[in-house]
């Protein structure tokens, strides 16, 4: 909510809230592949979805929960 309303910056809310392995480095996850690759199919779904700079809703994949 803090970085859809602009209080946040993604990079800041993913180190202060991620319990990914991203979370030290901002939430990067690197390369995205639409198919294949390491990739959970859902994850790639909802990036490929969104136009640059704007944050995903809440998705669910076998790793988890994601904001991307």
């Not at 991203?22 to 994850?43: N, P, Q």
């Amino acid at each position: 909510a803090e970085v859809a309303a602009g209080k946040l910056d993604f990079a800041t809310a993913a180190k202060k809230f991620s319990h990914c392995p991203s979370a030290a480095s901002g939430g990067d996850l690197g390369y995205i592949l639409r198919k294949g690759g390491l990739t959970d199919e859902a994850v790639a779904k909802a990036a490929f979805a969104l136009k640059p700079g704007e944050v995903s809703g809440v998705v669910e994949s076998e790793f988890g929960l994601h904001i991307l």
